[in-house]
């Protein structure tokens, strides 16, 4: 087998993994760039495969950094299936087609208010894209060996990071390859903890947090303060969450405060109709959560829904102190701009971060401090408490890392430490060497490697 590292070597989005066997080409992940604009460039540079000669793709869930690049696949030729479970089949159908969208829309405005270098503006794909290509999805549940061609198998077990979230499985020609996709933590609220692998010749592991240890401690008390703060100024709290995942992780912690009334009663604000869609999944697949169908009413219900564009705009005209949560969770695009550019200049408002931010993005100028963002070709001050919490997020520290890997009851014969920015994929890659004594490495972008059986 021949693997070669399309993307998300040295930087937390583009995943990309292409193996080739003597008569197979298979993709695992087929995710956006995002962030740095050298990075968002390679989304519209050719790949190093025609995408007419891969047979299959495999996805490991439904972020856009693992499979946002699938409208734009299918457009260049990919014709093949794409393999998944039925809950990031179902996110998908919601994702995609909104990040078209949100691309013709982005298109839409720079033309009109002529802020882009580009004449015209052109969306990577288009909402119509990202409905066509789900026409290509097969589910396949947890657990279950399928069929790749040319002896291969594959599996899906349980990630832990979002609904639906995988480790895949490979087997074949004398060889098992596990794609770690995004580990999530094993002591989430709502999500089982990721499932144990017991042992693969070759591993990629993500190290999004290879350099960092969550706080091991409930992140409730630091939430409940923010809010209580900023409301006690009259101010109003941005939330920018990524609508399957940490919205719904937001919800159940606000849900909470409110029980145990740690937090004013004020109102809560779910302004992402994708994200509300997203929740309503949480009820449909059950069995891969902690709550009961009941208890997802109850948590979620607490919100109140902007389903429309004048409904975002009338949360934004209301002075009153609220909690607004809305899409991207590193404010890359979606109605959450048009809360920021209107709540970040005053110094009443706190805008709160519940996730990773990659290097590029606004989510990571302000949580580096930056005095104003750019939004809408424009900057905007930025005078609100900017915090972020790491409790919240969806992805293992190094601890949880180191604590899954040592669950292999043998060592891979080659780890490779994808998915995380330079300074924690070398982090990672040296607890491991240093902890576990394995055999490492950090892939460079298109570099390739001959995996022997």
């Known amino acids: 087998m021949k693997l070669t590292f399309l993307g998300a070597t040295k930087t937390v989005t583009g995943s990309r993994f292409l193996l080739e066997t003597g008569s197979r080409r298979l993709l695992i992940d087929c995710g956006l760039f995002q962030g740095l604009k050298d990075l968002r460039l390679r989304n519209w540079a050719p790949l190093p495969v025609d995408a007419a000669d891969v047979d299959a793709v495999v996805l490991t869930h439904a972020h856009l950094d693992h499979a946002g690049y699938l409208p734009r696949f299918a457009k260049i030729g990919f014709r093949g299936p794409i393999f998944c479970t039925p809950a990031t089949l179902d996110l998908c159908g919601i994702l995609l087609p909104d990040s078209g969208y949100l691309q013709e829309e982005e298109a839409e405005r720079a033309n009109r208010k002529g802020y882009s270098k580009h004449d015209p503006a052109l969306p990577l794909y288009t909402r119509l894209d990202a409905v066509q290509v789900l026409d290509q999805f097969e589910a396949v549940p947890f657990a279950r060996n399928f069929d790749l061609g040319d002896g291969l198998t594959a599996r899906f077990d349980h990630a832990g990071h979002i609904l639906g979230a995988s480790f895949i499985t490979i087997t074949g020609h004398g060889l098992k390859l596990v794609f770690s996709g995004d580990l999530g933590r094993p002591r989430d609220p709502i999500l089982f903890a990721p499932s144990?692998?017991?042992?693969?010749?070759?591993?990629?592991?993500?190290?999004?947090?290879?350099?960092?240890d969550h706080i091991d401690e409930d992140p409730i008390d630091e939430f409940a303060g923010i809010i209580r703060r900023t409301a006690a100024r009259g101010g109003t709290i941005v939330i920018p969450a990524n609508a399957v995942g940490r919205t719904q992780l937001v919800l159940h912690y606000l849900h909470r405060m409110k029980q145990e009334r740690r937090i004013p009663d004020i109102a809560v604000w779910l302004d992402s109709p994708m994200a509300t869609d997203a929740t309503d999944l949480y009820v449909q697949h059950p069995g891969l959560h902690q709550l009961t169908a009941a208890r997802c009413k109850e948590v979620f219900g607490i919100a109140r829904i902007a389903n429309s564009v004048e409904e975002s705009r009338a949360i934004d005209a209301n002075a009153a102190p609220k909690i607004i949560i809305s899409a991207s969770g590193m404010a890359t695009g979606g109605r959450v701009l048009h809360h920021l550019k209107r709540f970040a200049p005053d110094h009443r408002n706190a805008i709160l971060f519940a996730g990773f931010q990659a290097a590029g993005t606004r989510g990571a100028a302000l949580r580096d401090g930056a005095d104003a963002i750019r939004i809408f070709g424009r900057n905007v001050e930025v005078r609100a408490d900017v915090h972020f919490i790491d409790g919240l997020s969806a992805h293992a520290d190094y601890e949880e890392m180191l604590s899954w890997l040592r669950g292999f009851d043998t060592a891979p014969r080659c780890t490779f430490i994808v998915h995380g920015e330079p300074a924690a994929a070398a982090a990672l890659d040296a607890r491991i060497q240093q902890q576990l004594g394995w055999n490492t490495r950090v892939p460079e972008y298109l570099q390739s490697f001959t995996l022997e059986a």
Do not use: K
């Open 196 to 212: 144990r692998i017991r042992g693969a010749d070759y591993l990629l592991v993500e190290s999004t947090y290879g350099d960092r």
